[in-house]
């Protein structure tokens, strides 16, 4: 099996590509995306991106938006999966691996609770992108408990 080179320190290349992807997930209309900065963790990756998705036509929409980005930043997609169901997506740049999911899809697989201690990089993310201002997500119209 053939192992990916991963850097010891940020670099500038790869650091301005995981944000362009993240700024082509924002244009989309991801919601919440998050960017992971994976470069002092030896894992698989440099950066990880995870964003939301209405839809699965949105899914797909920002997963194109993704590619069509990194192609143009001289970037070559290594692998992707679920862009046939729609409902999730995983494209792999190497340096970047981004996963676009339904919302409660993302929620169940929690990938930002697996990197919580990673370092996220600053979006800036519309405010009818985030989290907050979705409220279709939201599965409890009760008040928040009280301990």
């Given at each position: ?93 190497g ?17 930002e ?32 408990a009280?301990?």
């Amino acid at each position: 099996m053939q192992t990916r080179k991963t850097t010891t320190a940020p670099s500038d290349k790869y650091r301005q590509d995981a944000l362009a992807a993240a700024q082509a997930a924002i244009d989309k209309k991801g919601i919440e995306p998050v960017l992971l900065d994976l470069t002092e963790s030896g894992s698989y990756t440099d950066y990880l991106l995870i964003a939301s998705a209405q839809a699965d036509r949105t899914v797909r929409a920002i997963a194109d938006a993704v590619v069509a980005v990194m192609e143009e930043r001289g970037a070559r997609l290594l692998g992707s999966e679920g862009l046939r169901d729609g409902r999730w997506a995983l494209l792999d740049f190497g340096d970047l691996v981004v996963h676009v999911f339904e919302h409660p899809l993302r929620e169940f697989y929690d990938l930002e609770g697996m990197w919580f201690d990673a370092p996220r990089l600053p979006l800036e993310i519309p405010a009818e992108q985030r989290l907050e201002a979705q409220s279709a997500y939201r599965y409890d119209d009760e008040q928040p408990a009280r301990y």
